[in-house]
């Protein structure tokens, strides 16, 4: 897994950027934890968060679940979620790996895993425990950046996927696997631009957020959102 520094070098970024009122507001990050939530249904035993990082979408998730948990490998993501967790009874954070997760098999009704798959190096490991601690009628959610020819998302990520790539990985782990694709190509364009990024904060902040449409089309979106269930683990 390559080194995240984020945190050591931002804090608790997700809180800001998920507040509509502060200037790091951050629309298509704000859209990608909406289209997670808005697949978890309620009542809920427990959730897991995997690579909850400073906590933002594990407190989110929590009013799904009797008892959320969150698992962080960085020292620091897991420090300031459990800082930022800390009034939030049912809500509990580990620092622990993705590769050797310390639950047992079939514990979890839904499983969190947000844009962190692009940064593993092995995730086939990864998979299989998700798979093992997922509930046999549970549900894995896991979104990622699609893979673009002229340059990478981020430095740090280890591999970024096309739609048939990511499906033919996750079929190997899950009986059903069907991905969503969000965040339109056409408005994530204008916010690369500097003009662009000032006004569609402010219409995104005030009017409606236009990174959450979804459609079938990878080539109309950057985003995806895989639903997998049926662990074959």
């Known amino acids: 897994m390559n080194p995240f520094n984020k945190y050591e070098m931002m804090g608790d970024y997700h809180w800001r950027e998920c507040n509509r009122n502060s200037k790091n507001y951050n629309p298509p990050l704000e859209a ?47 420090a300031l979620a459990a800082k930022k967790l800390g009034s939030h009874s049912h809500c509990f954070v580990l620092r622990g790996s993705c590769y050797q997760l310390p639950f047992g098999k079939r514990s979890f009704d839904i499983i969190l895993l947000s844009d962190v798959i692009e940064h ?49 990985l996750l079929t190997n782990y899950f009986e059903s696997v069907k991905i969503h694709h969000f965040c339109p190509v056409g408005w994530y364009r204008l916010y690369e631009t500097k003009i662009g990024w000032k006004l569609m904060k402010v219409f995104s902040r005030y009017f409606y957020n236009p990174y959450s449409g979804e459609g079938d089309d990878p080539k109309k979106f950057y985003q995806m959102i895989a639903v997998c269930k049926g662990p074959r683990v």
């Open 32 to 78: 990608r934890y909406g289209a997670i939530l808005k697949r978890i249904p309620s009542g809920l035993n427990r959730i897991l968060d995997v690579g909850c990082g400073d906590g933002y979408l594990l407190a989110q998730a929590s009013r799904f679940a009797a008892r959320v948990i969150g698992i962080e490998f960085e020292k620091e993501g897991a």
């Open 120 to 168: 593993l190096d092995n995730t086939d490991l990864c998979l299989q425990e998700l798979g093992r601690v997922l509930k046999a009628e549970g549900t894995l959610l896991l979104t990622t950046p699609q893979y673009r020819p002229d340059r990478k998302w981020d430095s740090r990520h280890v591999k970024e996927y096309q739609p048939p790539e990511l499906n033919a």
